[in-house]
């Protein structure tokens, strides 16, 4: 029935209706083909884009969730802690733990030696132990980014400060820990990034750091023996098990579409010629003085006879460990003792610096044309599986207007 009377109105009313719809319906591809141009058009204007080898993830401001305290080693006890208490013995010791915002937000106890939940079913990923100088080294590849406030420059990052008593001898009587200082803790985030000499605002309109930036840069690095390693600053990672056994874990703290994971490409060593890609190109691009002190950082020489003296002292407490991983000990021990002193009692710290942070503008031109000389390459794939995903830093960062046009 309805085939026939659509054919007994084919030259009727039901005809004219068709063809208007077939011009409305014309009319309406024109037009959103119109509409597609001029948006094509308003994005170009616009210069929208996305930062190729720029990760990011969430939507708040970055934080850092940390905590320091000053801790004497003269006041253990234990075999275990021979080799600290021999080498620093009651001298300043500035220790940071960073934590990711479950274990600094959790309720947590030491039992056997391990941190643990102190209430039933609660989990939590793990933290971070770091000497003052360790802390130094990783906060060398992190840029906290900043924005104005009355005309003074600001931390977009914000510490977030824990207040966990650290265990550091236990199993005796009564054991022995460390309570956290919140200034000791911003003293040595000074250290790193002065801009925490500072006032902190930790609220303010979204529209006032609306182009800070966080930034964590990652370098791969190369090896032979097929192992994933990453450097950040002078510390390196491998993955994926310092994320899965939460070394990484503070870093989920910064998921923020405020933060990038910025990619500087693949590093290398060459120790035979005493040289890395650090090194080189500080040499090629005129900053003899920050490729001496990464030379020397990277490839120490002969012992000074004050680190001999610590190096007989550390021999004499721990005679089962070699000669070579005591060396090496000596050298962040004595970088530790000296930054730990003119943390708490002032002095000179930046003697004591790592080089990318004592030579602060060689590390900015390095960190600036990698990511030129990167701009059109793509990560391994394995360093988005292995950390940028399961730290949340999976996003692709897009940018509204890009600040060059």
């Not at 460990?321 to 021990?333: C, G, P, Q, V």
């Not at 830093?393 to 890009?402: E, H, N, P, S, T």
Request: hydrophobic content about 40%; glycine content about 6%.
């Amino acid at each position: 029935m309805r085939t026939a009377s659509r054919q007994e109105s084919l030259s009727g009313s039901e005809g004219i209706y068709e063809s208007f719809s077939d011009m409305v319906l014309c009319t309406l591809i024109v037009l959103i083909t119109l509409v597609v141009v001029l948006a094509l058009n308003v994005v170009e204007q616009l210069n929208v884009y996305i930062e190729p080898n720029h990760f990011s993830g969430g939507a708040a401001r970055p934080w850092l969730y940390l905590q320091a305290q000053n801790a004497d080693y003269s006041k253990t006890t234990t075999e275990r802690l021979a080799l600290e208490r021999a080498v620093f013995d009651n001298n300043d010791f500035v220790l940071i733990n960073l934590f990711s915002p479950s274990s600094a937000l959790s309720s947590t106890t030491v039992k056997n030696g391990q941190t643990i939940s102190a209430k039933e079913g609660q989990t939590f990923t793990g933290q971070s132990d770091l000497t003052a100088y360790n802390f130094l080294q990783l906060a060398a590849g992190i840029e906290p980014g900043s924005f104005p406030v009355d005309g003074t420059q600001t931390a977009l990052m914000l510490p977030k400060f824990a207040h966990k008593h650290i265990m550091l001898e236990y199993g005796e009587a009564n054991g022995y820990s460390v309570t956290p200082e919140n200034k000791l803790a911003i003293k040595t985030m000074a250290l790193a990034w002065p801009v925490y000499n500072s006032e902190l605002f930790p609220r303010r309109a979204a529209s006032d750091y609306l182009n800070a930036r966080t930034k964590i840069l990652v370098e791969v690095l190369e090896s032979e023996d097929g192992i994933h390693r990453i450097m950040i600053g002078h510390s390196v990672f491998t993955l994926p098990q310092d994320v899965e056994n939460g070394r990484l874990s503070w870093l989920s703290g910064f998921s923020s579409g405020l933060t990038e994971m910025v990619y500087l490409g693949n590093a290398w060593s060459d120790p035979e010629n005493q040289t890395n890609k650090r090194i080189e190109y500080f040499d090629q691009n005129g900053f003899s003085d920050a490729a001496k002190a990464y030379r020397s950082f990277s490839f120490p020489g002969t012992l000074t006879s004050n680190q001999k003296v610590l190096l007989k002292k550390a021999t004499t407490a721990r005679p089962d460990l070699s000669t070579e991983r005591l060396e090496k000990y000596i050298l962040a021990a004595e970088a530790q003792r000296a930054l730990s002193t003119a943390i708490v009692k002032g002095g000179n710290a930046r003697a004591h610096f790592p080089p990318l942070l004592a030579h602060r503008d060689a590390w900015k031109a390095y960190t600036d044309q990698c990511i030129k000389d990167e701009i059109d390459s793509t990560p391994p794939q394995w360093l988005m599986t292995e950390f940028l995903e399961p730290l949340g830093f999976d996003q692709a960062v897009i940018r509204g207007l890009r600040e060059d046009a």
